[in-house]
């Protein structure tokens, strides 16, 4: 099946034809027909499927007539992350080209009077992320009673982020009669129970199973510990002549760290997470794509949605806490046919979370020994049980002066012993004696007593 087929209108085939796509993804051949009938969609499909183009191409042609009125959008984009926001309205602008549609990103980190001027202007779609889309409507600088289209995109990642309070209260403004799309990467009972609040007896489309990676990655696993980290990772970095790379980490300071570590030794770095300012995220991402930068090291921010095409490898510094985010780091190589090789250090605190991403893909990952140094022993759990209460003696080891000097003390305590024994046999007395005499031989005054003590004494 081609574009073609699916029911486009001319104007959005010839923009699609100029990007040079002919054939549809199975999520697009199977959503967008569904979205041109006016169908409440619900779309589970992995990273990288073409999701985006899914919903933007058949909202183009929804869009085509009509036109907004001030501070009223016809369409509403939420997406989890401001570089998602930011993709989708290049999405937009790229497939709409041929159509007069207005359109506004609102997201953090740009300037709300900018973006407040356009609204007043009018627009036909409005991508925000949930943050700001809350401010401008506590403040009544929007109003989303016209909204015929609303689009809740990578609605699992929306849940691991904990936007799903705001975004029931974005929907809770939204007209009843609306048309409702939901994409989401996996189906967990969450997202279930979101989409029977939001949606009306909603097209279930699922393509590729829910958790598997890709086969034109080639995935390993290197032993290490904490301290050897670093090392190995720019070891392995030289070994594979990288060309270009995305490096992650779970934290934003370990982000920070890493980039620190790999500047001081000479790599060509960046960084990248969430406490960083649009314009340099923005100018950052932009490096990378362009290749003036080789390493771009990320917290999970970049791990879902960008279309970063070129990258050859992937480095999980730290293995991701949650087994469905290793899906979506690795899925950032090996993209568009491409080949590409991951890589996830390894300590012995992380085989629990290594044998949970190995049940859920299904499949073992190879070790490359050769890269692998000594581990830390494996820390003892607080929580287990011990098989004796009562602890083990130390046994003491002296030292060889210490010895020594309990020796000598040992050989006078005996000489001591040795002299008063051989003064009482000599009839010496001994300093016990002299201290203590014989009671014995204690003699009385007798005829001596002294006169003043043979006084009679009177007692009246």
Not at 9 to 16: K, S
Not at 274 to 282: F, H, I, L, V, W
Not at 302 to 324: I, K, T
Not at 328 to 339: L, N, Y
């Amino acid at each position: 099946m081609k574009f073609c087929d699916l029911g486009l209108n001319e104007n959005t085939l010839r923009a699609i034809a100029e990007v040079g796509y002919e054939t549809p993804t199975p999520i697009q051949e199977k959503a967008i027909p569904e979205i041109l009938k006016r169908n409440d969609v619900m779309g589970i499909a992995q990273t990288g499927t073409g999701k985006t183009a899914a919903f933007t191409l058949p909202m183009i042609d929804i869009l085509s007539n009509g036109r907004a009125k001030a501070l009223m959008p016809r369409t509403l984009i939420l997406s989890p992350t401001r570089e998602l926001a930011t993709q989708i309205s290049e999405c937009f602008q790229k497939y709409g080209k041929y159509q007069k549609l207005s359109m506004a990103l609102l997201i953090g980190g740009e300037s709300m009077v900018e973006q407040q001027k356009i609204l007043s202007r009018g627009v036909d779609v409005l991508i925000a992320t949930p943050g700001r889309m809350i401010d401008l409507c506590d403040r009544g600088r929007i109003l989303l009673r016209d909204v015929q289209v609303f689009v809740l995109d990578e609605a699992d990642r929306m849940l691991d982020m904990g936007f799903i309070p705001d975004v029931e209260k974005i929907v809770a403004k939204l007209p009843m009669m609306r048309q409702t799309l939901l994409f989401s990467a996996t189906m967990l009972p969450e997202i279930k129970a979101l989409a029977k609040k939001f949606m009306k007896f909603p097209v279930e489309i699922r393509v590729d199973p829910a958790m598997s990676t890709a086969d034109t990655v080639e995935q390993f696993i290197v032993k290490t510990n904490e301290r050897g980290k670093r090392e190995v990772l720019r070891h392995l970095i030289r070994e594979e002549e990288v060309q270009n790379a995305m490096i992650f980490c779970n934290r934003k300071k370990d982000v920070d760290i890493l980039f620190k570590s790999f500047t001081k030794h000479g790599f060509s770095v960046a960084a990248l997470h969430g406490d960083m300012a649009q314009g340099q995220r923005t100018e950052t991402l932009t490096a990378f794509r362009e290749g003036k930068t080789h390493l771009l090291v990320c917290s999970d921010v970049a791990a879902r949605g960008l279309d970063l095409p070129d990258v050859s490898h992937v480095f999980n510094f730290d293995v991701p806490v949650n087994p469905e985010d290793y899906i979506h780091r690795i899925g950032r190589t090996g993209r568009a046919g491409r080949k590409g090789r991951a890589f996830m250090l390894i300590t012995s605190s992380d085989f629990k979370a290594l044998a949970a991403i190995e049940k859920m893909t299904g499949q073992k990952i190879e070790e490359m020994s050769r890269f692998s140094i000594q581990m830390d022993p494996p820390a003892i759990s607080k929580n287990k049980k011990r098989k004796s209460s009562k602890r083990p003696k130390p046994s003491i080891k002296l030292k060889e002066n210490e010895t020594d000097v309990k020796k000598e003390k040992v050989k006078r305590a005996d000489q001591t012993v040795a002299s008063l024994k051989k003064k009482e046999r000599k009839g010496q007395k001994t300093f016990k004696q002299s201290i203590f005499p014989d009671p014995s031989k204690i003699k009385a005054f007798g005829a001596s007593m002294p006169a003043f003590m043979k006084q009679e004494v009177k007692i009246s």
